[in-house]
């Protein structure tokens, strides 16, 4: 098992390698000037100059590069005496402790990730994703039990009631909701549910999960505003869950235990629920881990409808003004997100069937 679970991580690590390397790629070949973004227009040239040194744009793309990933890995080589070497520790970008020290002006120091600063409002990255990512992880979380409950209960009663107007109409509701885009279904939902019948639903269109007192002295935590986002987001997956728990139940439901437990004489429902449902849920617990992690990142059209101000609403407009260290900040986060969800369900996977550990 250990070795099951190192072989994981390091196929995580890799994976985040590559997103850096393509996203770092990326960013650098897109039209825009950080300098005059972070200056304005009327910005003079040695103004300029200063900015370009201190971002390392004046340096060759490898440089920049290193420097890059060398700001990000939490352990980090620094120039501790050279104050114009690419790699100097810098004590008004980082928050480290140092480890030791070595060849007179190097030291290895363990750090938080260092993001770069947003070239509109100067801020660190880390804090605008640190303020956005608890709105998202609430929507999310909450789009993703809904969807799981929900899913996993509409799939056992289709299994159940095989070939019923039930399962006919689950079957129907599941192609309608994997087939509708996020962007539509939300516009839709918006518009009736928050606009038209606002008055009877009590629901805004537009709404944060905290809002201002009446004072404006204060916020407070408004849940009212999350149910429909959260039932918006939460449609593709609960229509998944449902048919992949519906097919899964059907499959196992088939095998030879299951017909020897009803031999046995054993209830229908025990043999359910303590034989078949434990082998049924395996694909299901995969399909909740890869659409937790795809909800974290795919919230950008749901965020900005219902001006909901997470991570995907901080993407987007970080997108409109070029503003790319929070776009670049923001993809590595939720690809390592999606990263570490996925290797804790190949864990998990792998504790519940032990054949997984092999393949």
Same mark, same amino acid.
């Given at each position: 098992?250990?070795?099951?679970?190192?072989?994981?991580?390091?196929?995580?690590?890799?994976? #985040?390698?590559?997103?850096?390397?393509?996203?770092?790629?990326?960013?650098?070949?897109?039209? !825009?000037?950080?300098?005059? =973004? &972070?200056?304005?227009?009327?910005?003079?040239? +040695?103004?300029?100059?200063?900015?370009?040194?201190?971002?390392?744009?004046?340096?060759?793309?490898?440089?920049?590069?290193?420097?890059?990933?060398?700001?990000?890995?939490?352990?980090?080589?620094?120039?501790?005496?050279?104050?114009?070497?690419?790699?100097?520790?810098?004590? +008004? /970008?980082?928050?480290?402790?140092?480890?030791?020290?070595?060849? !007179?002006?190097?030291?290895?120091?363990?750090?938080?990730?260092?993001?770069?600063?947003?070239?509109?409002?100067?801020?660190? *990255?880390?804090?605008?994703?640190?303020?956005?990512?608890?709105?998202?992880?609430? #929507?999310?979380?909450?789009? &993703?039990?809904?969807?799981?409950?929900?899913?996993?209960?509409?799939?056992?009663?289709?299994?159940?009631?095989?070939?019923?107007? @039930?399962?006919?109409?689950?079957?129907?509701?599941?192609?309608?909701?994997?087939?509708?885009?996020?962007?539509?279904?939300? $516009?839709?939902?918006? %518009?009736?549910?928050?606009?038209?019948?606002?008055?009877?639903?009590? #629901?805004?269109?537009?709404?944060? $999960?905290?809002?201002?007192?009446?004072?404006?002295?204060? +916020?407070?935590?408004?849940?009212?505003?999350?149910?429909?986002?959260?039932?918006? #987001?939460?449609?593709?997956?609960?229509?998944? *869950?449902?048919?992949? =728990?519906?097919?899964?139940?059907?499959?196992?439901?088939?095998?030879?235990?299951?017909?020897?437990?009803?031999?046995?004489?054993?209830? @229908?429902?025990?043999?359910?629920? /303590?034989?078949?449902? /434990?082998?049924?849920?395996?694909?299901?617990?995969?399909?909740?881990?890869? %659409?937790?992690?795809?909800?974290?990142?795919?919230?950008?059209?749901?965020? &900005?409808?219902?001006? %909901?101000?997470?991570?995907?609403?901080?993407?987007?407009?970080?997108?409109? /003004?070029?503003?790319?260290?929070?776009?670049?900040?923001?993809?590595?986060?939720?690809?390592?997100?999606? *990263? *570490?969800?996925?290797?804790?369900?190949?864990?998990?996977? !792998?504790?519940?069937?032990?054949?997984?550990?092999?393949?």
């Amino acid at each position: 098992m250990f070795k099951f679970i190192i072989r994981r991580v390091i196929y995580g690590f890799l994976v #985040l390698v590559g997103v850096l390397v393509v996203v770092f790629l990326l960013f650098n070949v897109l039209p !825009g000037d950080p300098a005059r =973004m &972070m200056l304005g227009q009327r910005a003079d040239q +040695e103004s300029i100059k200063a900015i370009n040194r201190d971002l390392g744009l004046d340096r060759p793309l490898m440089i920049q590069f290193i420097m890059y990933a060398n700001d990000l890995s939490p352990f980090s080589v620094h120039n501790i005496v050279d104050e114009n070497h690419f790699l100097f520790l810098d004590n +008004e /970008k980082y928050t480290y402790t140092k480890l030791f020290t070595f060849a !007179g002006s190097r030291a290895i120091v363990l750090k938080y990730p260092y993001l770069r600063r947003s070239y509109q409002s100067k801020r660190k *990255v880390s804090e605008i994703i640190s303020q956005s990512m608890p709105a998202t992880a609430v #929507l999310a979380l909450t789009s &993703m039990i809904i969807a799981t409950i929900l899913g996993i209960i509409l799939g056992i009663i289709s299994a159940i009631k095989k070939g019923t107007f @039930f399962d006919n109409f689950n079957l129907v509701f599941s192609v309608i909701g994997m087939s509708v885009p996020s962007f539509f279904a939300a $516009l839709i939902i918006a %518009w009736i549910f928050g606009y038209l019948l606002s008055d009877y639903t009590g #629901l805004n269109m537009y709404g944060s $999960l905290f809002t201002l007192d009446d004072y404006g002295e204060g +916020e407070y935590l408004d849940l009212k505003n999350l149910i429909l986002p959260a039932a918006t #987001l939460g449609i593709r997956p609960l229509a998944v *869950v449902a048919q992949l =728990m519906r097919g899964s139940l059907l499959d196992v439901l088939g095998q030879d235990y299951i017909r020897t437990a009803n031999a046995k004489g054993l209830d @229908f429902y025990t043999v359910i629920i /303590k034989h078949a449902l /434990k082998n049924a849920l395996n694909p299901v617990i995969t399909a909740i881990s890869g %659409w937790l992690a795809a909800l974290m990142a795919g919230t950008v059209y749901i965020e &900005m409808i219902f001006g %909901w101000k997470g991570i995907g609403y901080e993407t987007f407009k970080a997108l409109e /003004k070029y503003d790319f260290p929070v776009v670049m900040g923001t993809v590595l986060i939720i690809a390592t997100i999606f *990263v *570490v969800i996925n290797i804790l369900v190949d864990v998990i996977y !792998g504790m519940l069937d032990p054949r997984a550990r092999v393949k």
